[in-house]
């Protein structure tokens, strides 16, 4: 069983940076697919972002260049840093790991964006 916890949202202003974190029960080299996705209220849960354990990154293309995930293997945490934050990136991000064949998603964490 893998545990994620998530950390870091809460209210951004508009065109401001915020950093969440995803942190991993285990290590986070274990993980074959750690992703972040969001939901926002009244919409269906939407891919963000995605590394593999190789080391491939991938990005939906609305937060390309502004978003930027990482994996640091000695806190056993994954980064989301948003930068340029806009006001359709207010949502609840949810941190999701692949790993054997199971599929884990934390309790997510709320991004609010607001002046």
């Known amino acids: 069983q893998v545990q994620l916890v998530e950390s870091g949202g809460g209210l951004v202003q508009p065109g401001r940076s915020v950093r969440l974190s995803c942190e991993v029960s285990?290590?986070?080299?274990?993980?074959?697919?750690l992703s972040w996705y969001r939901q926002a209220l009244g919409n269906q849960r939407e891919f963000v972002a995605s590394?593999?354990?190789?080391?491939?990154?991938y990005y939906k293309d609305s937060v390309k260049g502004r978003f930027t995930f990482s994996r640091d293997t000695t806190e056993n945490r994954g980064y989301l840093q948003l930068n340029n934050v806009k006001p359709e990136d207010a949502a609840r991000y949810f941190c999701?790991?692949?790993?054997?064949?199971?599929?884990?998603w934390g309790q997510g964490t709320q991004v609010t964006v607001s002046s």
């Open positions: 285990i290590s986070i080299t274990r993980v074959e697919v």
């Open positions: 999701y790991a692949y790993l054997n064949g199971n599929h884990f």
């Open positions: 590394t593999t354990s190789g080391g491939d990154t």
